[in-house]
């Protein structure tokens, strides 16, 4: 684990065609994407950590530019880095197999489950997508239930903006 006095810089992305974003970056790498309107649930996420917190739009602009160019249908993958030490053990195994899910694909809560050797812990591999402190990058959107169909989403406009990114992503979506 990291030092807890590891700073974290914090800015925005906004006008994004899913609204308003808000970036939190660590010296480490990505460490929080909220929506602006659950900008309340982004502190409390960074309160927990124990760092100190700095606006820096320029430090997020990387960060920024990426995320706003996959919204725009332009990018399928994210070079920078991931500050995974702000994450509990189950949570980082679970959201280091959604991360690597691919671009326009999906698996389901129980594959997740099954890949990180607790078949039967896909309700906690749903716990750990819900609590995940970086949408959009680790794609939890990816996730769909058994039947193929979308289950919970925790940003933007819930299970629309989860259904607007698998389009956006030529997922196939079953109603």
């Known amino acids: 684990m990291t030092s807890p006095s590891l700073e974290i810089y914090l800015g925005e992305l906004n006008k994004t065609p899913l609204g308003d974003l808000r970036i939190a970056v660590s010296d ?8 602006a309107d659950s900008e309340s649930r982004l502190f409390a996420y960074l309160f927990r950590l124990k760092r100190a917190v700095e606006q820096s739009q320029k430090t997020i602009h990387p960060y920024a530019k990426e995320l706003g160019e996959y919204l725009k249908g332009k990018r399928r993958s994210f070079t920078f880095a991931i500050d995974w030490s702000t994450l509990k053990p189950f949570q980082l195994k679970t959201l280091k197999v959604v991360y690597a899910i691919p671009y326009g694909e999906t698996l389901t809560y129980a594959d997740i489950a099954m890949q990180i050797g607790r078949p039967n812990a896909y309700r906690a591999v749903g716990r750990a997508n819900a609590t995940n402190p970086m ?6 959107h990816r996730v769909i239930g058994k039947d193929g169909k979308l289950h919970g989403y925790g940003g933007g406009d819930g299970l629309p903006t989860k259904e ?12």
Request: aromatic share 8%; with cysteine; net charge negative.
């Open 28 to 35: 480490l790498g990505l460490v929080a994407v909220e929506w």
């Open 135 to 140: 949408p959009l990058v680790i794609p939890c």
């Open 164 to 175: 607007w990114l698998l389009k956006l992503e030529g997922a196939i979506v079953r109603d």
